[in-house]
């Protein structure tokens, strides 16, 4: 690695992300390698549960840096993303002023009263200050689309601006990664600002290899045929496909209950490890999940 302590290449760029427990494909790492060399932000869309905000967590864990993770929702505003004046303290402080008889230059105490040491900091402006951070912009399809506004001038210049106070400009550019389910669209403002890759569920040689980082008890021949059970129930129409994840956690459910591998039975009792609403579960248990298993058991052996 080069001095900044960022990855030389895109296979070292590989290599971080697999010592951090993440797979990466050759597409993904090119893009994270480019992201980092070339300090742009990082725009992750894909279904839920294909690793998306891992791949902050694990850049955070390995560079190392902190982790300022920002998690969108409904009605998030600048208050609670960036920052906010702490009123209670401001009004302290006129009145101490007036008790002891400082206040008679009122401009000089309402500029005293937006002092930093008055201002709380949210993700966005923690992320800039400090020691370098890995900053995890999570879900922001979740946020209304006015809010995007408030990013742009992060993800371009990696500062913001307080009327009271001034620009605050990171000294280090934080890591920035944004992610997206996709449940509604992310204005282009965003997107021409952002390196951008599609994370989508990996292939079954790839999740073999993540099944056996993630969930290293699960023996091989079990771990292939769950692989092979759940690529093709993602074949299948389901409400909500299985991610990552849920395969992670129902193999290591397979595990705990002492499976060699899948039997109907079986599947059918733990079905809830790996499908979470009833209507998938009732579509897959019972013949469906005899045939899969049969047809996961094939492709293992193939």
């Known amino acids: 690695m080069p001095d900044s302590g960022l990855p030389a290449d895109v296979p070292a760029t590989q290599r971080l992300l697999a010592a951090g427990g993440y797979v990466a494909d050759r597409q993904l790492a090119t893009t994270i390698h480019l992201a980092l060399r070339m300090h742009r932000p990082i725009f992750l869309e894909g279904e839920p549960g294909t690793g998306k905000t891992e791949i902050a967590k694990v850049l955070a864990a390995q560079l190392p840096r902190r982790l300022v993770r920002l998690q969108c929702y409904d009605g998030m505003d600048l208050a609670s993303a960036a920052y906010e004046w702490n009123h209670a303290r401001q009004l302290m402080a006129i009145r101490l002023a007036e008790a002891s008889g400082e206040a008679t230059d009122r401009a000089a105490l309402e500029r005293g009263i937006y002092d930093r040491r008055f201002l709380q900091s ?17 879900e922001l399809d979740r946020a209304d689309e006015p809010f995007e506004a408030f990013l742009l001038e992060i ?112 599947v059918d009792e733990t079905l809830g490890a790996l499908l979470k609403y009833q209507d998938d579960i009732a579509k897959i248990r019972g013949a469906e999940a005899a045939r899969l298993v049969a047809e996961a058991k094939q492709a293992s052996a193939a």
């Open 122 to 138: 949210r993700p966005l402006l923690d992320a800039l200050e400090g020691e370098p951070a890995v900053l995890l912009i999570d």
């Open 155 to 266: 993800l371009a210049d990696f500062q913001l601006s307080i009327p009271e106070l001034g620009v605050v400009k990171a000294a280090t550019p934080p890591v920035v990664v944004i992610t997206s389910n996709r449940t509604r669209e992310v204005h282009d403002a965003i997107r021409r600002r952002c390196l951008y890759h599609w994370v989508d569920y990996p292939d079954a040689a790839r999740e073999r290899a993540i099944l056996k980082i993630r969930a290293p008890q699960v023996g091989d021949a079990l771990s292939a045929q769950v692989v092979a059970f759940v690529q093709a129930v993602r074949g299948a129409d389901t409400f909500k496909p299985p991610g990552v994840a849920e395969t992670i956690d129902w193999a290591a459910a397979l595990s705990a209950l002492d499976a060699r591998e899948l039997e109907p039975a079986l």
